[in-house]
C-alpha cells in the first residue's frame, strides 16, 4: 500500500504504536492522525482528532487511508462513512501482509479458546526443531513489529483480525468455535463468519482442526474442500507426544487437545518428533491462564484470560478432584452460562462467588441446577475474596475463571488477574500472621 495521504489511526495500543513506528521509517514526513473512543492518545508525533469530529473530517477527506486496531469494531457506522467517501480501512496486519508476507511460510491460528496456547507451542516446537520460527498478533510481537525476523511467522488470531484478513496463510488453523464477542461483532452469526474467514475462503492453503473444531458443521461448510486437511497424527505420533504432555507443565484434556493440533501444524510445517517433544517441555503457562500460586494450604488459580463459559468450563476440569470455589462473570456480551451451571457440581465446585454483571445470571442458573452449591453474589473481587476468607474450611483451591471480559471493572483481563493474586497474599496470608 502507498501512503501519499494522511494516515488515521484509531486506537492507541501496541498495535497503532507499532504502526506509527513502521509509518515513520518508511514515511517520515507522513502526516499521522489519532483517534480513540476512551482515555487519552497517546502516539508520538500524532495530531488528535475527537470522535465527534470523524465524521467532518471524513467527509473533508483529511486522510487517505485508516488503521483500525483490532479492539475497534469495523462495524462501527463512522467505518460505513469512510467507505461511502473512498477512504479504505485496513489493519496492522494487513499492512504487515501487504510489506513483508512474500517469501515467507505463514501459519495462522484462531479459535474460541486454546489459540493463545496452539500458537505458542507451536513456534516452541518448530524453533526446537531447528526451523526459523517466530510468533506474532495478540501474544509476541504485534505483526508489524516482527517483520520479515523470521521465515516461519506464526500468527495467533482474533476474531477481530480474522474478519478484515486480506492475505492467505499457509497453514491455517481452527480450535474450536464457541460464541463470544457479540458486542464486537453484532451478533453471534457474524462472530461465527468473522472468525472462520480465516479459512473459507479459495485458495490452496493447508488447514488443521483442533478437536473442538472437528464435527462442527460451521466448520466443516467453511473448510469447503477438505482435501485441504492436515494429516491425522498417527498412532506412534500420538502416544510420544500424549507422553510428553503428561511430564509437561500443560494442565488438562484441553491442553492435551491443543498440543496434538499444534503437533499436527508443525510436523506439516517441518518440524521432528523429537522437536516436538522439546517444545511442549519447553513450555510455561501463559501469565492468567492456570496459572497457580500456592499460599499456605490453598491453591489460588489466577486463570483471569478466561472469557467465555467453555474457557471455564476447561479451567474446572483441570482441577476436578478437588473442592473448588468458582470466582466467576464481567462484562456483559451475552454469554450462556446455562450449561455451566448444572455442570459446577459434578466438577468438584462447592461455593460460587459471582461478580457483576453477569455473575447474576450464573448465580441463578447455578441456585436451580445445583442447590447444593454456596452461592454468594460481590460487588467487586475485593469482597469476593473477604467472602472466601470467611468460607476457607469449604474449599482447597480458588479459581478465578471468570468466563467474561473484564472491562465493567478492570482495564483489562491482566490487571484482575494481578489484583486476583495481589488480594490473596494480602486477605489470606496477611490474616493468618
Not at 478484515?164 to 480450535?175: G, K, Q, R, V, Y
Not at 510428553?244 to 493440533?261: F, I, P, Q
Request: glycine fraction near 8%; include cysteine.
Amino acid at each position: 500500500m502507498r501512503f501519499e495521504e494522511p494516515v488515521l489511526l484509531y486506537g492507541s495500543g501496541r498495535e497503532a504504536k507499532s504502526t506509527r513506528d513502521f509509518l515513520k521509517a518508511r514515511h517520515p514526513e507522513l502526516p499521522v492522525f489519532v483517534t480513540v473512543d476512551t482515555g487519552e492518545p497517546n502516539i508520538e508525533g500524532a495530531q488528535t482528532i475527537a470522535p465527534n469530529d470523524l465524521k467532518a473530517a471524513i467527509a473533508e477527506r483529511r486522510f487517505g487511508v485508516i488503521v483500525k486496531s483490532p479492539g475497534v469494531s469495523r462495524y462501527k457506522p463512522i467505518f460505513a462513512l469512510a467507505q461511502d467517501a473512498g477512504i479504505p480501512v485496513t489493519s496492522n496486519l494487513n499492512l504487515w501482509a501487504a510489506a513483508y508476507r512474500d517469501g515467507l511460510t505463514v501459519i495462522a491460528i484462531t479459535g474460541t479458546k486454546g489459540k493463545s496456547t496452539t500458537a505458542t507451542l507451536t513456534c516452541l516446537m518448530l524453533t526446537r526443531s531447528g526451523i526459523d520460527a517466530g510468533l506474532a498478533g495478540n501474544v509476541g510481537l504485534a505483526p508489524l513489529e516482527i517483520a520479515a525476523k523470521h521465515r516461519t511467522v506464526i500468527l495467533e488470531l482474533s476474531s477481530y483480525q480474522t474478519a478484515d484478513m486480506n492475505f492467505l496463510p499457509d497453514i491455517a488453523a481452527i480450535t474450536n468455535l464457541y460464541p463470544e464477542h457479540v458486542d464486537w461483532h453484532g451478533s453471534v452469526e457474524r462472530y461465527f463468519a468473522d472468525k472462520l474467514h480465516l479459512i473459507d475462503r479459495d485458495g490452496g492453503f493447508a488447514v488443521a482442526l483442533g478437536a473442538g473444531a472437528k464435527g462442527n458443521a460451521l466448520v466443516a461448510r467453511a473448510v469447503r474442500d477438505h482435501r485441504r486437511l492436515l494429516r491425522d497424527l498417527t498412532r506412534e505420533e500420538m502416544q510420544v507426544i500424549d507422553k510428553a504432555v503428561l511430564g509437561s507443565r500443560l494442565k488438562g484434556s484441553h491442553n492435551l487437545d491443543n498440543a496434538r493440533l499444534a503437533a499436527t501444524i508443525a510436523l506439516a510445517a517441518g518440524a521432528t518428533l523429537d522437536g516436538i517433544v522439546a517444545g511442549i517441555a519447553a513450555f510455561v503457562p501463559l501469565p492468567h491462564r492456570l496459572e497457580e500460586h500456592r499460599l499456605g494450604n490453598v491453591v489460588f488459580v489466577n486463570d483471569s484470560i478466561s472469557t467465555t463459559p467453555e474457557a471455564t468450563k476447561a479451567a474446572l476440569a483441570a482441577y476436578k478432584g478437588t473442592r473448588l470455589a468458582l470466582i466467576a462473570g464481567g462484562h456483559e456480551r451475552e454469554q450462556d452460562y446455562a450449561e455451566l451451571a448444572t455442570l459446577l457440581s459434578g466438577y468438584g465446585v462447592t461455593i460460587l462467588v459471582c461478580l457483576p454483571v453477569t455473575g447474576a445470571r450464573l448465580a441463578a442458573a447455578t441456585r436451580e441446577a445445583a442447590p447444593s452449591i454456596v452461592v454468594i453474589e460481590a460487588p467487586d473481587l475485593g469482597q469476593a475474596m473477604h467472602t472466601l476468607h470467611q468460607q476457607r474450611q469449604s474449599f482447597d483451591t480458588v479459581i478465578l475463571s471468570p468466563g467474561a471480559p473484564s472491562y465493567n471493572q478492570f482495564k483489562n483481563f491482566e490487571e484482575r488477574g494481578r489484583t486476583f493474586v495481589a488480594l490473596a497474599e494480602t486477605i489470606f496470608i496477611g490474616k493468618q500472621l
